[in-house]
């Protein structure tokens, strides 16, 4: 049996994007999210909760966090907040994602090291996903940079593997770079993988499941599900993008 | 004249570790802070607000943040949240920082490179330090490695300065490592400089100043001061504590 891999629906909210029959106002974003969430629950296997999106409203954005985090409910849910810093803040952070708002999966940023990451890894039962290849333009800054032989992003993916802590490790591989992934799949065949950048980004589904080659993976899409229409029956256009995108995701 | 490097005080909230007359509750946050900020506010050149410790108390630490941004008032406001990711993210955290919490300067992570930061340097008027040679242990496994015949980290320092946007560029570079601040420095004379570390992790004042000769910085003490003691004196301790780096810092 081959695994296809699953589609996760990014929460990114932007007031200025929403269905015309919201008002542009922090306040539309949790009912709008949970719209959302209620209509792609049956075709969605996990929800990416952005962070930044929320803290852009400050207090009426923290305030709709916690609405559409209990709006996910118990599907699978990541937290996508790529923190990473000295031991001591990292498990401040860590107690954020995984016991203030129960994460089910978090982000982290690898630049500091084993010591920034390892307190989200003391969460047994839980998953971090370590940036590796990301999908934005500036991966090539120094992700790509040539270090002891090979690219700095699968040293970092070798090093992340052998830090301490029962929590599951997973990586961050952008859809815009298929060859790559299907590389980081030969290398990495068990590596659960969180692939971000398909759809608006210009990542595309059927090339994606091609290189990942029937590995765990979930794939990301944020903004062609949540802004798939402008009219009140955006929550049913964003389920049929959704079915579309796992449609492709699982006809490759 | 020689500059002497500017004391900035960490606001890193532990409610384990608060003086004894303080609930240990995250309503305790904004008093306490705010105490030190008043006891400091002559001695201080800066102070430093890190996200994480209000982020780990949900709802009430976002209060306490709040708060604790108007007690530092016009002082110089760093917001230490170590924010990247790809452009329309590091856009809404670059909002978030600048607009919501009116700060001055804030810390990014630049593992995902060019367009990952330039939504913060997009804000004239601002200072964005980008993480360079970090304090902790964790510092040797990425920012150590040699790429293109020098270590990556200042392979980091020389990409970000070649980055787009109007607003002041800055490094962090930990206090645990002088040797490396004196090439950084002799390298990077106008950079201005964050150096957290001091205190608690262990960096000696004036080993900094001397490996700083003089350059643009900033050394940050955040437990050192907060944590110097637990009586109902612990803010006239506090600016003793301040007092006695600053003149380590003056004196090297």
Known sequence: MI???????????????????????????????TAIVEATRGVAAAYKINTAFFEQYGHLGMDALYLVREAVGDA????????????????????????????????????MGSDSVEPFLAYEGKRVYVLALTSNRGSADFQRLQ???????????QTALSWQGPAERGFVVGATHPDELADIRRLFPDAHL???????????????????????????????????????????????????????????
């Open 147 to 157: 270090v002891q032989g090979q690219p700095l992003y699968l040293q970092v993916m």
């Open 76 to 111: 699978y849910c990541i937290i996508d907040a790529k923190r990473g810093d000295i031991g001591n803040t990292s498990a401040a952070y860590a107690r954020s994602v995984f016991e203030d708002l129960r994460a089910d999966a978090t982000t982290v940023a690898p630049y």
């Open 194 to 252: 969180l692939i971000p950048g398909v759809g608006a980004q210009g990542g595309d589904p059927r090339q994606i499941s091609q290189a990942n080659a029937g590995g765990s993976a979930l794939v990301n899409a944020s903004r062609s599900i949540l802004y798939a229409d402008q009219s009140e029956r955006f929550a049913e256009a964003a389920a049929e993008e959704a079915q579309q995108i796992v449609l492709q995701l699982s006809n490759s």
């Open 3 to 33: 695994v296809y891999p699953g589609l996760c629906v990014g929460l990114d909210p932007d007031i200025l994007r929403l269905p015309a029959h919201f008002s542009a106002d922090p306040s539309s974003v949790a009912p709008f999210l």
